[in-house]
Structures are given as structure tokens and as C-alpha cells.
């Protein structure tokens, strides 16, 4: 198992993250879900050591486990200004010489010479995913990597992941569209309170999903919508 | 025709008249500064190697490979027609021979087809030097125009020096984007290798462009040699501290044009003599500091 143990964060004395905690397969996908707000992207960045975090360390067989092993795609994508798709992901072929851009392309056939400024916000994060998946990294956080696909792209992207957990790679995603969420994870944690509110197994996903819609409905009862 | 419409489409009619005029222009002005035939020879060449090294038709070129060298010979040819003009008018016809069969031997050294396949060291432009290749591309107008206004006041040397510096911030200014992470993590594997890497991928297009103007300035104005040769490492020492500059205030998405600041006030701390020790002990320090930033995101 890797272990993400205690993961705080605080941000203007208030914590984002308190003492989160997560157990993942190695080469598994993992799926965690959250409100707006509850954490998953703050806790993506703490470890990746993108933001300051009070606690928290990564290990794999109490081997500690460096942030540069995990690459991570962001909710949104920030490219170079000026820079052509081509260009960008020709860059990944200095440490990973056997990545073929062209090759890799034919999945989301992007227009790789036109400039990146030009891309609409799916073919960005369609990208960006291709520039991750360049690095080579055995751990991969995908922030949100369905917002703003496609049906097509969405199924291509499920095929990718897969893909990716059948290489050995170790795969956490986050999303607020469930339905992709259960059907491409083998786990599914649920942040809530700044902390790790219950892992579900797949055999579970259906008891997590009602256990959803029973919060959200008891939200509801306290609108008056008239 | 398809070769002739890719290569209008690709550089616009426009610009191919306005690189013509701008040609006849400087090497008119060239002419009459130095009154070297020699140097004609050496803007065509120059011309002819900036086409190849900017090409970027490697799917047509494959797929017509048995015609790439008439190609490059009439692209050539048409864009340094101003030299072989120039040189015919004032009857030197040793001169437009020898600008001939250079411009007939370039287009072999294109046989690997595609840019791709050349070695770095004959791209002046590597991908990887992506800050200028872009910043290039972005303040090529800009450029011309101050190349312009330098050539006109070449004979006023401190307007002459000032447009220098212009354009040595103009150059400078590529380095205050801060790419995505990612491309930073595609660099290297850990943050010294980095720095190096980046510098040398940076340097490489420079000593390029700049060392056939060293050669010249060592054979039409050897006196000046040496104040030619501390401007070049001055130019070498700028970049490096250029790169770890922006290396120590990296961050995602931030704006780093403070850096150039930094670096003016190090420029002018080179020309104190009681201060030249400054910017040494400047590039050590900021080299551990974008050592230390860098290990965040390697």
C-alpha cells in the first residue's frame, strides 16, 4: 500500500486538511471525492510539495516516497504563452526519449502545430494529460481530468487511466462527475471535514452513492423553494 | 505549384516583399558602411541557413523528398536575390559565383529531411531553448525595427550603444515567463542538472548567431577585437545569471519581470571596476537559491 499519512494544511490559521489520511494499491485507481472546497486539490499540492503543509509524508513499505515520483495534472491547465502543442510536448522527450508525441496524438488527434492559445479548454486539458503521461512517473493525481471532455474523450480517457493502472502505474482522480468515478476506480475515498470520511470498496460504490443522495436530500429539506 | 502555394501560404506574400525590401535596405547599408564585397557573401549565407533552420514543412518535405534540393534552391535563391543583385550591379561576378555555389552546397546539408533528425548544434532554435525560440517569434517586428534604427545611427556610437542595450533587454525579457511545471520537470532529473542543461540549451543558439559576427569584427576591426570578445562573455555571463534568476523567483503562472532589475543592476556593477566581484558572488548566491527552488518541482 502507499500511504498518504497526515496531511494538514492550513491556510490564515484555518485548516484545509486535518491529519488526512489515504491508503492506496500500488497500481491501483483510486478515486477520491469531496465537496467544492473540502480539500482534494489542496491535499494534491501538499504532496506534491507545491504548497507549504503543517504534516504529511508519503511511503511505500516505510520507504519514503519523493514528490518528484508523482505527476500531476491540474484542474486547470497553464501553458506556455506563444507555445505550439508540438513544441510543448517535444520537451517531454528529454527524459522520456521513447515518448512519440505523434503516436501518443492519435488517441485525441489535437491539432499539434497550431498554438496552445488557440485550443478550446477540453483540448487543453487533453494536452496537458498528454504531457503528464509523458513524464514517466509511477504516481499520477488527475485533478478533474473529465471537466470539459467530450462523451468521446471522456471514454478515451477511461481507456487511458486503465491503461495506465495495467503498466503498474499508481492512479488517484478526482471528480464530481461520479459515474466515470465508478467506473474506472477500484476504491473510492470521501473527503469531507478536512479529513478522510470512509473509503469504499467497488463492491460498495452503490451504498457510497446512496449514502449521497440521502445527504443531499436531507440538504434539501431545510429549502423552502416556494 | 503545391510547393509554391505551401510556401506563400506558409510565409505570406507580405512578408516575403517586406524581407525583400528589409534585405535590400540593410545589405545597401552594410555596402556602404563597410564596403566589404566579402560581407554580402556572408548575409546570403546567414539568409539561406535562417530559412533552413526555420523550417517547419517536414510532412511535405517527406513526402516530396526527391524533390527537396530544387526546393531549397529556388527558396534560396529567392530570398537572396538582394545580394546576388547588389553584386552583379557593381560587376564583382567573382563574388556572385561564390554566393552561387554556396547557395547551391546549403541545400545537401539539408538531406536528413527533416529538422528533427539534424543535430542540436545545427538548430540554432532548439524546442528546448523555448523561451527564445518564442520570444523570437513573439518580438521579431520589434527587432527588425531596433536593427533598423541601429543601422541608421551606427556612426552615432551612444545612440548606437543605447539601442544595443535595448535590444539586450528586449532578448533578456524572453526569461520572464515562467513555463508550467511540467516542462520544467521534463528537463532534467534533478535541479543542477537542470541549470546546466537549460544554460547550455540557451547558449548554444547564442554563440550561433553571434560568433560569425565575433569572426568578422576579429578580421575588419581587429584593434576592436578584444572590446568584441568581453561583450560576448558578458553576453554568455547574462544569460547564465538570467536563468538562475529566474530559477530562484520561479513559481507557476508568476510574473518574474523583476528579475530584469536585478540583472540591469548587475550589468552596471560589471562596468565598476571596485564592483566586478558583485555579480560573481550575485551568481552563487542565486544559483543556490534556484537550486533549492527548483528541488520543489524535480
Redesign the interface.
Given at each position: 500500500m502507499i500511504q498518504f499519512e497526515n496531511f494538514s494544511v492550513q491556510f490564515s490559521n484555518k485548516f484545509v486538511l486535518n491529519n488526512f489520511c489515504l491508503n492506496v494499491r500500488k497500481g491501483a485507481i483510486h478515486g477520491l471525492v469531496g465537496m467544492n472546497g473540502s480539500g482534494k486539490s489542496t491535499f494534491f499540492k501538499a504532496a506534491c510539495?507545491?504548497i507549504n503543509k503543517e504534516s504529511g509524508k508519503i511511503s511505500f513499505q516505510n520507504q519514503i516516497i519523493d514528490?518528484?515520483e508523482i505527476?500531476?495534472l491540474e484542474t486547470e491547465?497553464?501553458?506556455?504563452?506563444?507555445?505550439k502543442a508540438i513544441?510543448?510536448l517535444?520537451?517531454?522527450k528529454?527524459?522520456?526519449s521513447k515518448f512519440d508525441p505523434k503516436e501518443w496524438n492519435k488517441l485525441f488527434e489535437l491539432p499539434l502545430?497550431q498554438l496552445v492559445e488557440n485550443y478550446s479548454t477540453g483540448m487543453r486539458k487533453k494536452l496537458?494529460l498528454l504531457?503528464?503521461l509523458?513524464?514517466n512517473r509511477s504516481i499520477l493525481f488527475l485533478d478533474e481530468p473529465f471537466n470539459g471532455l467530450d462523451l468521446e474523450s471522456n471514454e478515451k480517457l477511461k481507456f487511458l487511466i486503465e491503461l495506465q493502472a495495467k503498466k503498474g502505474k499508481t492512479i488517484i482522480v478526482t471528480s464530481h462527475i461520479l459515474d466515470p468515478l465508478l467506473a474506472v476506480c477500484e476504491k473510492i475515498s470521501y473527503l469531507n471535514n478536512q479529513t478522510n470520511a470512509g473509503d469504499f470498496e467497488k463492491g460498495e460504490f452503490s451504498t457510497f452513492s446512496e449514502m449521497l443522495k440521502t445527504n443531499i436530500g436531507k440538504s434539501f429539506d431545510n429549502i423552502n423553494f416556494d | 505549384m503545391a510547393q509554391a502555394s505551401r510556401y506563400l501560404n506558409e510565409l505570406g506574400f507580405v512578408r516575403i516583399l517586406f524581407v525583400l525590401t528589409l534585405f535590400i535596405f540593410v545589405s545597401w547599408r552594410y555596402y556602404l558602411l563597410l564596403q566589404e564585397k566579402e560581407m554580402l557573401i556572408f548575409l546570403g549565407v546567414l539568409i539561406a541557413f535562417s530559412i533552413q533552420f526555420a523550417r517547419n514543412d517536414k510532412t511535405f518535405l517527406a513526402k516530396n523528398s526527391f524533390l527537396y534540393y530544387p526546393i531549397f534552391l529556388v527558396e534560396y535563391l529567392v530570398l537572396c536575390f538582394p545580394f546576388l543583385a547588389l553584386s552583379l550591379y557593381f560587376q564583382w561576378f567573382a563574388y556572385t559565383l561564390i554566393q552561387l555555389i554556396v547557395l547551391a552546397i546549403i541545400p545537401i546539408l539539408n538531406k536528413p529531411k527533416t529538422i528533427s533528425e539534424m543535430p542540436v548544434l545545427f538548430n540554432p532554435f532548439p524546442t528546448k531553448a523555448f523561451e527564445l525560440k518564442i520570444g523570437f517569434r513573439t518580438a521579431w517586428p520589434i527587432l527588425i525595427v531596433l536593427l533598423l534604427i541601429s543601422s541608421f545611427l551606427s556612426k552615432n556610437i551612444p545612440a548606437y550603444v543605447g539601442i544595443s542595450f535595448i535590444m539586450m533587454l528586449l532578448y533578456f525579457s524572453f526569461f520572464v515567463i515562467a513555463e508550467p511545471k511540467e516542462i520544467i520537470q521534463s528537463f532534467a532529473k534533478n535541479s543542477r542538472q537542470f541549470i546546466f542543461r537549460k544554460t547550455i540549451f540557451s547558449l548554444i543558439p547564442l554563440l550561433i548567431i553571434f560568433t560569425p559576427g565575433a569572426i568578422c569584427f576579429l578580421i575588419y576591426e581587429p584593434e576592436a577585437f578584444i572590446m568584441a570578445i568581453l561583450v560576448y562573455l558578458l553576453l554568455i555571463f547574462c544569460t547564465s545569471f538570467m536563468i538562475i534568476l529566474k530559477y530562484a523567483f520561479y513559481e507557476e503562472q508568476k510574473d518574474l519581470s523583476i528579475i530584469l532589475f536585478y540583472l540591469i543592476g548587475t550589468m552596471v556593477a560589471v562596468f565598476i571596476p571596485y564592483l566586478i566581484p558583485l555579480p560573481l558572488l550575485l551568481w552563487f548566491f542565486y544559483f543556490q537559491k534556484a537550486n533549492q527552488n527548483l528541488k520543489r518541482f524535480i
Amino acid at each position: 500500500m502507499i500511504q498518504f499519512e497526515n496531511f494538514s494544511v492550513q491556510f490564515s490559521n484555518k485548516f484545509v486538511l486535518n491529519n488526512f489520511c489515504l491508503n492506496v494499491r500500488k497500481g491501483a485507481i483510486h478515486g477520491l471525492v469531496g465537496m467544492n472546497g473540502s480539500g482534494k486539490s489542496t491535499f494534491f499540492k501538499a504532496a506534491c510539495d507545491l504548497i507549504n503543509k503543517e504534516s504529511g509524508k508519503i511511503s511505500f513499505q516505510n520507504q519514503i516516497i519523493d514528490a518528484n515520483e508523482i505527476a500531476f495534472l491540474e484542474t486547470e491547465n497553464y501553458f506556455y504563452p506563444k507555445i505550439k502543442a508540438i513544441e510543448y510536448l517535444e520537451l517531454f522527450k528529454l527524459t522520456n526519449s521513447k515518448f512519440d508525441p505523434k503516436e501518443w496524438n492519435k488517441l485525441f488527434e489535437l491539432p499539434l502545430q497550431q498554438l496552445v492559445e488557440n485550443y478550446s479548454t477540453g483540448m487543453r486539458k487533453k494536452l496537458a494529460l498528454l504531457g503528464v503521461l509523458a513524464l514517466n512517473r509511477s504516481i499520477l493525481f488527475l485533478d478533474e481530468p473529465f471537466n470539459g471532455l467530450d462523451l468521446e474523450s471522456n471514454e478515451k480517457l477511461k481507456f487511458l487511466i486503465e491503461l495506465q493502472a495495467k503498466k503498474g502505474k499508481t492512479i488517484i482522480v478526482t471528480s464530481h462527475i461520479l459515474d466515470p468515478l465508478l467506473a474506472v476506480c477500484e476504491k473510492i475515498s470521501y473527503l469531507n471535514n478536512q479529513t478522510n470520511a470512509g473509503d469504499f470498496e467497488k463492491g460498495e460504490f452503490s451504498t457510497f452513492s446512496e449514502m449521497l443522495k440521502t445527504n443531499i436530500g436531507k440538504s434539501f429539506d431545510n429549502i423552502n423553494f416556494d | 505549384m503545391a510547393q509554391a502555394s505551401r510556401y506563400l501560404n506558409e510565409l505570406g506574400f507580405v512578408r516575403i516583399l517586406f524581407v525583400l525590401t528589409l534585405f535590400i535596405f540593410v545589405s545597401w547599408r552594410y555596402y556602404l558602411l563597410l564596403q566589404e564585397k566579402e560581407m554580402l557573401i556572408f548575409l546570403g549565407v546567414l539568409i539561406a541557413f535562417s530559412i533552413q533552420f526555420a523550417r517547419n514543412d517536414k510532412t511535405f518535405l517527406a513526402k516530396n523528398s526527391f524533390l527537396y534540393y530544387p526546393i531549397f534552391l529556388v527558396e534560396y535563391l529567392v530570398l537572396c536575390f538582394p545580394f546576388l543583385a547588389l553584386s552583379l550591379y557593381f560587376q564583382w561576378f567573382a563574388y556572385t559565383l561564390i554566393q552561387l555555389i554556396v547557395l547551391a552546397i546549403i541545400p545537401i546539408l539539408n538531406k536528413p529531411k527533416t529538422i528533427s533528425e539534424m543535430p542540436v548544434l545545427f538548430n540554432p532554435f532548439p524546442t528546448k531553448a523555448f523561451e527564445l525560440k518564442i520570444g523570437f517569434r513573439t518580438a521579431w517586428p520589434i527587432l527588425i525595427v531596433l536593427l533598423l534604427i541601429s543601422s541608421f545611427l551606427s556612426k552615432n556610437i551612444p545612440a548606437y550603444v543605447g539601442i544595443s542595450f535595448i535590444m539586450m533587454l528586449l532578448y533578456f525579457s524572453f526569461f520572464v515567463i515562467a513555463e508550467p511545471k511540467e516542462i520544467i520537470q521534463s528537463f532534467a532529473k534533478n535541479s543542477r542538472q537542470f541549470i546546466f542543461r537549460k544554460t547550455i540549451f540557451s547558449l548554444i543558439p547564442l554563440l550561433i548567431i553571434f560568433t560569425p559576427g565575433a569572426i568578422c569584427f576579429l578580421i575588419y576591426e581587429p584593434e576592436a577585437f578584444i572590446m568584441a570578445i568581453l561583450v560576448y562573455l558578458l553576453l554568455i555571463f547574462c544569460t547564465s545569471f538570467m536563468i538562475i534568476l529566474k530559477y530562484a523567483f520561479y513559481e507557476e503562472q508568476k510574473d518574474l519581470s523583476i528579475i530584469l532589475f536585478y540583472l540591469i543592476g548587475t550589468m552596471v556593477a560589471v562596468f565598476i571596476p571596485y564592483l566586478i566581484p558583485l555579480p560573481l558572488l550575485l551568481w552563487f548566491f542565486y544559483f543556490q537559491k534556484a537550486n533549492q527552488n527548483l528541488k520543489r518541482f524535480i
